[in-house]
């Protein structure tokens, strides 16, 4: 089964530091574009960065610029997002996704076809 | 930023009933070398992660019900429920990957009336 699985959240206060992981089972995630999205309670989606096949290249929101960073670990299959500096406003539910397309010759614009759960960020005193 | 406006924020209708959501982007999405328009669309239940529906705008993703259909091209589209039905009862988001930097609309509410 193709599968994302979110880990990593919980509650921080403002200021803090907190790093997210993915984990993707069920295909070949070496060859996959992925990002995060987040999701504000009652809110909308939020994208907030993607990462190339080989980690090479990483895009983000100007909302996290210079303070969240992706990586990921292609032999761990996994996903990250390293959260510094974080904010009341950073509160949400963060979900990882995947790109629709699955080939090395993927430029990285697709949409996501396949969605974590989603794990849970509080940032409060 | 590519700017995604969903109209309208929300829309009750009745079962059975034709539900029609649209979406408009800042700038055109469509990527003239391959006639592909770089947009998509989602359902989200509460309480789980979103649901594609469409993609290229008109591409219906594996396991979507064609009473679902998704149209436009440019900075127009379009998603219709041809005949609502209970499960249909959701958040409807519209999404732009032309750029690097991927934006979605704030979502409409669909609710049976």
């Known amino acids: 089964e193709v599968q994302l699985v979110e880990t990593g959240g919980g509650l921080v206060q403002p200021g803090g530091s907190l790093r997210l992981s993915c984990a993707a089972s069920g295909f070949t995630f070496s060859n996959y574009w992925m990002s995060w999205v987040r999701q504000a309670p009652g809110k909308g989606l939020e994208w907030l960065a993607k990462?190339?096949?080989?980690?090479?290249?990483?895009y983000y929101v100007d909302s996290v610029k210079g303070r969240f960073t992706i990586s990921r670990d292609n032999a761990q299959k996994s996903l990250y997002l390293q959260m510094n500096s974080l904010r009341a406003e950073d509160s949400a539910v963060y979900y990882c996704a995947r790109d629709l397309c699955g080939a090395l010759t993927c430029a990285g614009y697709d949409a996501f076809d396949i969605w974590g759960q989603g794990t849970i960020i509080t940032v409060s005193s | 930023d590519i700017v995604m406006t969903q109209s309208p924020d929300s829309l009750a209708v009745s079962l059975g009933e034709r539900a029609t959501i649209n979406c408009k982007s800042s700038?055109?999405?469509?990527?003239?070398?391959?006639?592909?328009?770089?947009f998509a669309w989602y359902q989200q239940k509460p309480g789980q992660p979103p649901k594609l529906l469409f993609y290229s705008a008109s591409t219906r993703a594996s396991g979507v019900p064609d009473r679902f259909s998704g149209s436009g091209s440019g900075t127009d589209f379009t998603l219709t429920i041809s005949s609502l039905q209970a499960e249909d009862v959701a958040v409807y988001y519209c999404?732009?990957?032309?750029?690097?930097?991927?934006?979605f609309g704030q979502g409409t509410k669909v609710e049976i009336k």
């Open positions: 700038q055109s999405v469509l990527y003239n070398s391959n006639n592909k328009n770089y």
């Open positions: 999404q732009q990957y032309y750029t690097n930097t991927r934006t």
């Open positions: 990462i190339k096949q080989d980690g090479s290249e990483k």
